[in-house]
């Protein structure tokens, strides 16, 4: 059976960190790294010139940061999903990143096996979020008395959650994976998976990170 390769554009204005990521996930058998990009305005052309599966986008670059850009690849509705990368483990690029429309967020000095794995998942449209940040989302959201709310589609529709759908959805932006939810609910993971889809339908949502921060800014989840 043939594996599927996945298609990587990294954007980083830093030559070092371009050269060293191509190398790591050059190295793996199901991804390829297929362009590059040096700042947040070349990232969005080549994302539209190439359609990566999978963009590994730098926040602190010239010209267009890396926030900038994933907006505008979102906004573009391409099928590219955005994985952002720093080494600033701040809050408020976490928040900017994620409202921005990123399917995930890594620390840059995560391992080899850690970035590659974070493509996976990511491409498998899956959230991927480091268990310390999801914390610290979890606690900020849930202080914050007036969350402002960026997704009025969603708030509408989720009345039209079911009690199930809507454990399902605490889950998620808890950062439990279908396998997991679905030992925690004693069901079978096919039914997890039946679950997430009607759920990011019925609000309208991108993907499991939009779904997350729904969570969040509905204060589902609280600090715990």
């Known amino acids: ?20 990521f191509s190398v790591l996930l050059n190295a793996m058998p199901d991804i390829e790294v297929v362009g590059e990009a040096v700042n947040g305005r070349q990232a969005v052309d080549r994302v539209r010139e190439l359609a990566p599966d999978v963009v590994l986008m730098d926040i602190r670059m010239p010209e267009l940061n890396g926030i900038e850009a994933t907006r505008e690849i979102v906004a573009a509705d391409t099928t590219s999903k955005v994985l952002v990368l720093t080494t600033f ?5 976490v928040y900017q990143a994620l409202r921005a ?13 850690q970035l590659a794995d974070g493509v996976r998942v990511v491409a498998a449209g899956e959230a991927l979020l480091a268990p310390s940040v999801t914390k610290r989302l979890i606690t900020e959201f849930s202080r914050l008395s007036d969350t402002p709310r ?15 759908e809507t454990e399902v ?16 609910l004693v069901v079978a993971e096919s039914t997890v998976k039946t679950h997430v889809s009607r759920i990011l339908v019925k609000l309208g949502l991108r993907d499991r990170t939009q779904a997350a921060v729904f969570a969040y800014e509905a204060r589902l989840v609280t600090p715990g």
């Open 1 to 20: 059976m043939t594996v599927r390769t996945i298609r990587v554009l990294i954007a980083d204005d830093q030559m070092m960190v371009r050269e060293g």
């Open 89 to 93: 483990d701040l809050d408020e690029y």
């Open 101 to 113: 429309g990123a399917s995930g967020f890594l620390l840059k000095d995560a391992s080899a096996r």
């Open 150 to 164: 960026l997704m009025p589609a969603a708030h509408a529709a989720y009345g039209g959650l079911t009690d199930r």
């Open 169 to 184: 959805l605490v889950l998620i932006a808890q950062g439990l994976s279908n396998a997991e939810m679905a030992e925690r």
